[in-house]
């Protein structure tokens, strides 16, 4: 019996003839993470003269937990171009249905035109740009973006906004949004903007509970960036949205912290609302025929208590 004929049967069943079981008729949705660089690492890390790029554990399950696949976008750096001659953002993209902007380092001054008011408010320039090329990317191809923290003020950095560089510094009548000794169990409520998008994933609640880990806030919003949410006890930016052709979203607090924590805010809709666009968008660009897996793609699943 030949290779080929032998492949055939295989591929049949193999013994008795039974047929082989059917493979998966839909997919996950593949959603890109942005990294976290880290440029300097501790010695007691044990990578020596290296640098690091990662994601945050839960920000991953999140994701996860809905049905999704998470797929970190490594940044190709200084001394990664190597990486870069061969696949371009762009293929990245087309490879992926979606795009979330993990916390992390100051957003740079200099990315919105402004100087460091402090050192050590200068930011990470490296990671701005990256993630910039990135989100626009994504918007441009028409796929879904989620900001969290850091990345709610990217992007409205990315439509020409601007930040409040530390909030206790600009904004002296403003709360504490950030506490280190407490970090993700310090908690605050924030207040939806009625009429607002955020609305209808909540119905029943205009005030909620959330977690707050920032010193830097919105300032003067972007082109298109709309508020969605603002601070209960002082009026800052909790959440924004893009009015443009894309979905894009952002909330400055950290909804993959709230599994399990009761008095905080579902996180649920807000990630099955994104993941709702994912697939919308996947399916048209599937429908049209611009997908090569024959597979359509797998709504979100809701996370279980």
């Not at 030949?2 to 003839?17: D, P, Y």
């Not at 047929?19 to 839909?26: D, F």
Request: hydrophobic residues 40%.
């Amino acid at each position: 019996m030949s290779v080929a004929a032998m492949s055939t049967k295989g591929s049949l069943g193999g013994a008795g003839g039974r047929k082989s079981p059917r493979v998966e008729q839909e997919r996950p949705l593949r959603i890109g993470v942005s990294a976290r660089l880290m440029h300097h690492v501790p010695p007691e890390l044990g990578f020596r003269n290296k640098s690091l790029q990662y994601i945050e554990a839960s920000l991953a399950h999140w994701i996860m937990a809905h049905g999704a696949v998470a797929f970190m976008v490594p940044a190709v750096t200084q001394d990664t171009q190597l990486a870069a001659r061969h696949l371009k953002v762009e293929h990245v993209v087309q490879e992926l249905d979606a795009l979330v902007l993990q916390g992390g380092a100051d957003v740079a001054p200099e990315t919105y035109g402004q100087e460091p008011l402090r050192e050590e408010w200068r930011g990470d320039v490296v990671r701005d740009r990256y993630e910039l090329a990135l989100m626009r990317c994504f918007l441009a191809q028409k796929k879904p973006v989620l900001g969290v923290c850091r990345g709610a003020q990217l992007l409205n950095v990315a439509f020409g906004g601007t930040l409040f560089q530390d909030i206790a510094t600009q904004c002296p009548a403003a709360h504490e949004h950030v506490d280190v000794e407490l970090y993700d169990q310090f908690e605050h409520d924030v207040t939806f903007i009625q009429g607002s998008a955020l609305t209808e994933l909540y119905p029943k609640s205009t005030q909620l509970r959330v977690t707050s880990i920032h010193h830097q806030a919105v300032a003067d919003l972007g082109k298109g960036i709309v508020v969605e949410a603002v601070s209960s006890l002082d009026g800052l930016v909790e959440a924004i949205r893009w009015t443009g052709e894309a979905y894009a979203r952002g909330v400055q607090w950290h909804p993959e912290f709230h599994h399990g924590r009761h008095a905080l805010v579902d996180s649920s809709p807000i990630m099955l609302d994104f993941l709702e666009a994912s697939r919308a968008e996947a399916m048209r660009r599937f429908d049209a025929g611009l997908e090569l897996d024959p597979r359509p793609p797998r709504a979100g699943l809701r996370l279980s208590a």
